[in-house]
């Protein structure tokens, strides 16, 4: 069960980069079979606004690497002191820690988890996967979930929505309601939207794509529905924009603000994206009155509560590198598999020999007694013969490591 993956993160890689490597949706499937004819092995693919990681069950990582150069149109040279490659074990605690919330801007953050078990079914469904890589990712959902139980990692106030929130108070005031406009309707729009609707906003709009989507989202949380096209002419009416789309380009432009903060006569705007790539240009930041974030942003921000949890994130590491050393057992019983079935197959031929001779002893006339006792003798004589030798030639070698070993799988006494 060899994995190795290469990746890159928001610690090792700025936003610029991380939102050229974004495999969205409606490319994700055209590059899994295209990496899949380049190699034999099994793949997937972990693509989301703080990471790109991709899977495979070959030491092969050049041609993962220059692959997903040519793939993005990026210059090789510009990725390799980015990227990270792990194999085996370093893999698998990773992946854990990604899993568990332990490696994302936000610490703990929950969606993570889903966005991995759809990478997976995702690599299922266009035939990457196989049992190395199902294995393997059965064993990190265990650790993931073994954290998340066991730890409080996952019940800190430091998660998107609170953060978000937290700038409001100090933008707006904290008791003063605002109107707030999310644009798109995935999960993570789901999760702001559910809780900053139980802090009583003054609305809730759910600017969408498929209306139908975006009336389902706004019914479980109070809220109304409208189409993105209609953004641009009521950007205006609202306080805080929370952008989360799988867009390539830029929704929201900077004449679009700056029309709507002349309309509201320069009251301020709080503008969140949480895209990768990004939902609003950059050059909106720039605007009076108006206050850009983005998820990088958001995460220095929750930096300063860590100190917080340190005692969780203690237990947590402690948890995954208990699962680690499972996995890499897990690994090692693997390597020797193949040695046990040869040993087991060895000496079943062994014993079906003798067990052939001796029938024909019997079919002669020997008696039973002399007949088993001579088969016993043969067997023990055939089954001690390879290690008798071995122990002799260790002997006359000196090596007292290989006679150590020996003595320990025959249970030997001094």
């Known amino acids: 069960m060899q994995i190795h993956l290469i990746g890159l993160n928001h610690k090792t890689a700025p936003m610029k980069l991380r939102e050229r490597l974004v495999f969205s949706n409606d490319i994700l499937t055209q590059a899994l079979i295209e990496l899949k004819g380049k190699t034999s092995s099994e793949i ?54 990604v899993a568990a919330g332990l490696d994302s801007m936000i610490l703990g953050e929950t969606q993570i988890l889903g966005q991995m078990k759809q990478a997976l079914k995702q690599s299922e469904f ?24 066991g730890t409080g990692i996952g019940a800190s106030s430091t998660t998107v929505a609170s953060t978000i929130l937290k700038l409001a108070d100090k ?5 003063s309601p605002t109107n707030i406009l999310f644009i798109g309707a995935g999960e993570m729009t789901e999760l702001c939207c559910k809780y900053f609707s139980a802090n009583n906003q003054k609305s809730l709009t759910i600017a969408n794509r498929s209306i139908v989507n975006g009336q389902a989202l706004a019914k479980k949380v109070g809220g109304q529905a409208i189409l993105i096209g209609d953004i641009h002419h009521k950007m ?9 789309t799988s867009s390539q380009l830029p929704i929201i432009g900077l004449g679009m603000i700056e029309k709507a903060i002349k309309l509201r006569k320069h009251k301020p705007m709080l503008l969140i994206d949480l895209a990768i790539p990004r939902d609003i240009e950059s050059e909106v930041g720039e605007l009076d009155d108006i206050f850009l974030y983005t998820f990088d942003d958001l995460a220095k921000i929750t930096e300063v509560n860590l100190k917080n949890r340190e ?42 020999e003798e067990l052939t001779k001796i029938n024909k002893d019997i079919k002669k006339g020997i008696p039973i007694d002399e007949a088993l006792d001579k088969f016993s003798k043969n067997l ?35």
């Not at 205006?236 to 989360?244: C, E, L, T």
């Not at 948890?319 to 693997?334: A, G, M, N, P, V």
């Open 44 to 97: 997937l693919i972990l693509s989301t606004c703080n990471r790109t990681e991709i899977y495979q069950n070959s030491p092969d990582t050049k041609t993962l690497i220059s692959w997903l150069a040519k793939f993005h149109k990026v210059k090789e040279s510009a990725l390799n002191s980015h990227l990270y490659c792990l194999e085996n074990e370093a893999a698998f605690r990773h992946a854990s820690r």
């Open 126 to 149: 266009t035939g990457s996967h196989g049992k190395n890589l199902s294995n393997f990712f059965q064993r990190v959902f265990e650790a993931a979930k073994l954290v998340r139980s």
């Open 171 to 175: 933008i707006f005031g904290k008791t």
């Open 236 to 244: 205006n009416a609202f306080d805080i924009v929370i952008s989360s």
């Open 311 to 352: 005692r969780e994130i203690v237990k947590a590491e402690k948890l995954i590198e208990e699962k680690c050393l499972e996995y890499k057992s897990q690994i090692h019983q693997k390597k020797v598999t193949p040695y046990i079935k040869s040993l087991n197959e060895k000496f079943e031929k062994t014993r079906l």
């Open 380 to 414: 023990t004589k055939k089954f001690l013969h390879t290690p008798t030798k071995a122990l002799n030639d260790h002997a006359k070698q000196e090596n007292m490591d290989g006679i150590e070993f020996l003595k320990k799988i025959f249970n030997l006494k001094d």
